[in-house]
């Protein structure tokens, strides 16, 4: 089982200059978060009461949050992310004064979790031109565990993940030297804006849920979603309700293929998962018919994997979520009930596509099932069950346990963030349950967890109080990956087979990873005949983890039948699958200005190279 190392925290630095306040917040072990409780009046009875400060502003693994609740109560509006940095022990934060609108004097509480431990108050008097910052603490430095009513709800836990700035770990495949020759032509530096675009990208996002089992779905309806909501996403709950105790008719798997026909018309991809009961009153099928149906359905999904995202688990129980089933067991399961689970599972495994991912409803599942220790960097997408279960939690912060979901959250939370940083997570939210609901919680979760998809349509009261929070489109922005290009040198010339210079940064400032697999590729198209070469990268999507700086540094070999002349250089991320691979949907865009061609799926790059023997 994964443990949580535990964690201390000392009087923090706040220093400031006319622009900037600034946080050094020095701790022991390993906290899931970092907060600061900002009393930017200096005054006690105003703002969320924490530490002997009336706090206007909070800032949590650099989000920088309003107060908008009264009399105490937890509630934020988030107003923007802020320099955050941890190294060595410490926590250094930058937060501009505007920003603030502090009086003369703040206050300031740190805290950590978890546990949660809080500093000592302390006062600082702000930079004015010509004076000196002072920086006094008002009560002893010895950090101390507070109370639940002081601090923030022990249902908050977060992991700080995609809020550093500036960060230094390469998470790609290391420089590549390959048999081509050393460009020796110079290069040219080129330097790329972002945007703050929501991006329909391939495999992540909001989802719309659609009835998939009595009709064809509505190819028009599926495109709106995609062009105009910027959904690439569709759940299909596909019952099977009149087949518990007899196979699946041909007409029934016709229908499922006509699904898949309209999704790939409509350029989205499907979140697919099979049930017999679709209420709370769960008729499975008996094992050896449900055993017929894994094998019936088998083959419809081998011919459709390209635009299947993910299955989730399904089958058992109510809404298939392997709750409250009259065949399998519900609660303490037996020793007979957990080994047909088993048995179902493995089935599941053989039925899906080798190269895409089932999804299991709770942690403790895959712990009986598979095992407890969380999956690792070098066991990842090596194709066994533990590196293809992946998780769905279909009621995202309904409870301080999301009704069930986590036996043990002390264990369950960091196992689970260490899975999903390569495995995929997603479903929906089910009830309203503030403050635990509210953005706070949810930007941080979804974070820690690395969220790539979520239904959009329910729960409506957390969707509706997420926008009038001001989260809504920031987790919109940031579900599965969201890809910048910060800068990158090219070669300026090059010979037909020879050797071209690529290096490109970039940082993923999503929640997630891609989670399935796609080529990374350089394009050269020649600026007057429009003749396409493609190179391929040696880089994985898979490692491009969220926070964290990415580097591709190689010198490629260019194919040795091109014509001569100008080369525009770009980038492409096309599906892997050569059904879809030409398709401008299923290609990932980045989130940056003015790079984005629609109708070929490129991104330029806004080099030029001159190609000639």
């Known amino acids: 089982m994964v443990s949580m190392a535990m964690a201390q925290i000392a009087t923090p630095t706040v220093t400031s200059d006319a622009s900037n306040v600034y946080y050094k917040i020095p701790y022991s072990g390993t906290p899931s978060f970092v907060r600061v409780f900002v009393d930017n009046d200096h005054t006690a009875s105003t703002g969320y009461p924490t530490g002997g400060a009336g ?3 909070l800032i949590e693994n650099g989000n920088l949050y309003r107060y908008a609740g009264s009399n105490g109560s937890w509630a934020w509006t988030w107003v923007k992310k802020v320099p955050y940095t941890v190294s060595s022990g410490s926590a250094t934060i930058s937060v501009p004064r505007a920003d603030l609108n502090p009086a003369a004097t703040i206050d300031s509480v740190a805290q950590i979790a978890s546990p949660t431990y809080s500093s000592a108050k302390v006062s600082t008097t702000l930079y004015v031109a010509g004076t000196t910052t002072t920086t006094t603490p008002t009560t002893t430095t010895t950090p101390t565990a507070p109370t639940t009513t002081t601090t923030a709800p022990t249902t908050t836990t977060t992991a700080p993940t995609t809020t550093t700035t500036a960060p230094t770990t390469t998470t790609t495949a290391p420089t590549t030297t390959t048999t081509a020759p050393v460009s020796t032509a110079a290069t040219t530096n080129v330097s790329y804006s972002s945007t703050s675009a929501t991006i329909a990208n ?6 719309n849920q659609v009835n998939c089992t009595d009709t064809v779905m509505s190819q028009s309806q599926l495109t709106n979603y995609r062009t105009s909501n910027n959904q690439s996403l569709v759940m299909c709950a596909f019952l099977m309700a009149d087949s518990v105790n007899s196979p699946l008719t041909q007409s029934k798997l016709d229908l499922l293929q006509r699904q898949f026909d309209t999704a790939r018309a409509a350029g989205v991809k499907m979140v697919l998962r099979f049930a017999y009961n679709y209420s709370d009153n769960a008729t499975d099928a008996p094992l ?4 017929t149906h894994m094998d019936q359905l088998k083959p419809v999904l081998a011919r459709n994997s390209d635009v299947l995202a993910v299955v989730q688990a399904g089958f058992i129980g109510s809404w298939g979520e392997w709750g409250n089933s009259r065949n399998y067991g519900t609660g303490t399961l037996t020793s007979q009930q957990l080994a047909d689970r088993k048995t179902i599972l493995t089935k599941l ?3 899906v596509p080798a190269n895409r991912f089932v999804q299991i409803r709770t942690p403790d599942f895959k712990y009986k099932l598979i095992g407890t220790s969380a999956l690792t960097a070098s066991e990842a997408f090596n194709g066994s069950a533990k590196a293809r279960v992946g998780h769905h939690n279909d009621c995202f912060l309904a409870s301080a346990n999301d009704w069930g979901t986590y036996n043990n959250t002390s264990v369950d939370y960091p196992y689970l963030a260490a899975e999903t940083t390569y495995l995929p997570m997603g479903g929906e939210t089910c009830n309203y349950s503030p403050p635990r609901s509210d953005c706070p919680t949810a930007t941080s979760e979804m974070s820690r967890f690395h969220w790539s998809y979520l239904n959009a349509g329910f729960n409506a009261t957390v969707l509706n109080n997420w926008r009038s929070q001001g989260c809504y489109e920031q987790i919109n922005q940031k579900m599965g990956y969201r890809f910048v290009l910060k800068n990158a040198s090219f070669s300026n010339s090059a010979k037909p087979g020879g050797g071209f210079a690529v290096n490109l940064s970039l940082v993923n400032e ?14 050269l198209r020649n600026n007057s005949s429009g003749t396409v070469h493609r190179v391929a990268l040696n880089a994985d999507p898979r490692k491009w983890l969220p926070g964290q700086a990415i580097s591709i540094n190689e010198t490629v070999t260019l194919p040795s039948g091109m014509e001569s002349g100008n080369y525009s250089v770009l980038l492409a991320l096309p599906d892997a ?14 989130a940056n200005s003015n790079t984005w061609e629609a109708t070929t799926g490129f991104n330029k790059l806004n080099h030029t190279a001159s190609i000639a023997p």
């Open 577 to 590: 699958s050569a059904s879809i691979k030409s398709r401008p949907e299923y290609s990932i865009q980045l």
């Open 288 to 291: 050896s018919m449900m055993m």
């Open 55 to 57: 706090s206007g502003f």
């Open 202 to 207: 391939p495999e992540r996002g909001f989802y």
């Open 510 to 523: 999503g929640y997630a990873a891609v989670y399935n697999s796609r080529p990374v590729e350089l394009v």
């Open 349 to 351: 495994l053989d039925m």
